[in-house]
């Protein structure tokens, strides 16, 4: 069978999803996979074209996703400050998440290239690019839990940081996240940290065990990696709520994450 190319298939149908939200959100989705897997200018240049076809929300949303990346890449703030500008303008206009999915992917280059603070618009007068970073992020979720790259940079962020005290409304983020009927990975591994740190191992270690396959068969494997074997000074076990119990369950948490 012969293999038709994504890119032009996306574009294809682009005029078409107005009033498919679902279909909307998937093309949009796959147009920022593609866009995350460009990694130098030259490879980004080539969604240039694509990224202004079309016209309506979801041509501009797509064009902003291009223009972040593209000035992640290349150290562009003016393609920044234009995105968030459209953004800003698209979020007060409708209660899509995509707006505030794109600021937050904005506000997170701003943050991590270290630019200097200004009035850019969507971010108020005395926030930093990483508190900005966090609100709308906030904000994308709260109206869409379930949209996937809004989803995987939560997971992305705060599993990054590592062993560190979450914020609140990372804390209230991720809680939402490991509820759901499958919870991003990275969301996983950071709050089976969160709960390492406040010393709850038991939840902590079933974070970690879920974070693969959630299963009893997974919680065997995670023991064994760490030196443990069932019955071992007390065996361990993974009972009917899900929860690894046992004397070396602190044992497999230091092990874990």
């Known amino acids: 069978m012969r293999s038709v ?7 294809a149908v682009a005029s078409q999803l107005s009033a498919q939200s679902p279909a909307e959100r998937a093309m949009l989705s796959a147009w920022d996979d ?27 949303i797509r064009r902003g996703l291009f223009l972040v990346r ?21 979020a ?35 926030e930093k690019h990483v508190e900005a970073v966090w609100r709308r992020l906030r904000e994308a979720l709260a109206r869409d839990s379930t949209l996937p790259p809004a989803r ?16 609140a409304d990372q804390e209230i983020a991720l809680r939402r996240e490991v509820r759901q009927d499958v919870p991003d990975a990275d969301a996983l591994l950071a709050w089976g940290r969160h709960l390492r740190i406040i ?11 879920h ?12 023991g064994r990696k760490a030196g443990v074997e069932p019955g071992q000074l007390g065996g361990w076990q993974v009972g009917s709520d ?7 369950a602190q044992r497999l948490i230091l092990a874990s994450g």
Do not use: C
């Not at 866009?35 to 694509?50: E, I, K, M, W």
């Not at 992640?72 to 953004?87: A, F, K, V």
């Not at 937050?104 to 290239?113: G, N, P, Q």
């Open 5 to 11: 190319p994504l890119l032009p298939l996306l574009f």
């Open 34 to 60: 593609s866009l995350q897997q460009a990694t130098n200018q030259s490879a980004v240049s080539r969604y240039d074209g694509p990224s202004r076809d079309g016209a309506g929300r979801a041509a501009d």
């Open 70 to 90: 593209r000035a992640d890449l290349t150290d562009s703030r003016g393609d920044i400050e234009l995105t968030l500008t459209n953004m800003q303008v698209l």
């Open 92 to 126: 007060n206009r409708g209660s899509s998440a995509w707006p505030y999915y794109v600021m937050a992917r904005a506000f997170e280059v701003m943050a991590r290239k270290r630019w200097v603070e200004t009035l850019s618009d969507g971010k108020a007068p005395a």
């Open 152 to 167: 995987r940079m939560l997971g992305t962020l705060t599993a990054a940081q590592g062993d560190r005290f979450l914020r």
């Open 199 to 209: 010393r709850e191992y038991h939840r902590a270690l079933t974070a970690f065990a």
């Open 211 to 222: 974070r693969h396959d959630g299963t009893a068969a997974h919680g065997h494997m995670a």
């Open 242 to 248: 899900g929860v690894v119990h046992g004397r070396l």
